[in-house]
């Protein structure tokens, strides 16, 4: 345990011993953390290349250019997520109501229906939107955050 009495002193000690680390280790530290800043440099275009792969699974199926710029929109304007699921999706009712307070699907006692909207106002707070829709066949998602100003 550190107390007043025995802490004085502390930050102005010089370390006792310094590590012996061969060549080959000093080169493979060096080595490490070049790569993980050349990584970091370079991870924008990773994801660019990673969403123009994805991009077909998450866009609307139909004309590819669309596709590429709803991408490259994402890259110059912020960040997109889509969810989707394969399921019955919303009916008309429901995807009109969606984001009200104590909207539910569920049964009684099995929800409260504040889950999309508290989750709706959170992603408008810091700038975003927060959408659903219906695909065919199923559901999705998609909420967009803006590009921080810098």
Same mark, same amino acid.
């Given at each position: 345990?550190?107390?007043?009495?025995?802490?004085?002193?502390?930050?102005?000690?010089?370390?006792?011993?310094?590590?012996?680390?061969?060549?080959?280790?000093?080169?493979?530290?060096?080595?490490? +953390?070049?790569? +993980?800043?050349?990584?970091? *440099?370079?991870?924008?275009?990773?994801?660019?290349?990673?969403?123009? *792969?994805?991009?077909?699974?998450?866009?609307?199926?139909?004309?590819?250019?669309?596709?590429?710029?709803? %991408?490259?929109?994402?890259?110059?304007?912020?960040?997109?997520?889509?969810?989707?699921? *394969?399921?019955?999706?919303?009916?008309?009712?429901?995807?009109?109501?969606?984001?009200?307070?104590?909207? %539910? %699907?569920?049964?009684?006692?099995?929800?409260?229906?504040?889950?999309?909207?508290?989750?709706?106002?959170?992603?408008?707070?810091?700038?975003? %939107? #927060?959408?659903? +829709?219906?695909?065919?066949?199923?559901?999705? #998602?998609?909420?967009?955050?803006?590009?921080?100003?810098?």
């Amino acid at each position: 345990m550190i107390s007043k009495n025995n802490a004085s002193g502390m930050a102005d000690e010089q370390p006792r011993h310094i590590a012996d680390l061969t060549v080959k280790q000093r080169f493979r530290s060096i080595f490490s +953390g070049s790569v +993980g800043n050349l990584v970091e *440099y370079f991870d924008w275009y990773v994801y660019a290349a990673f969403a123009l *792969y994805f991009a077909p699974k998450f866009f609307p199926a139909g004309d590819q250019t669309a596709q590429l710029m709803n %991408t490259a929109a994402v890259f110059a304007i912020g960040f997109l997520v889509r969810i989707r699921d *394969y399921g019955q999706g919303f009916d008309n009712m429901a995807l009109q109501h969606l984001f009200e307070p104590f909207f %539910t %699907t569920k049964g009684r006692g099995e929800g409260l229906g504040l889950g999309l909207f508290i989750s709706r106002v959170i992603v408008e707070r810091f700038g975003g %939107t #927060l959408h659903a +829709g219906n695909a065919n066949p199923g559901a999705w #998602l998609e909420i967009t955050l803006k590009r921080a100003s810098s």
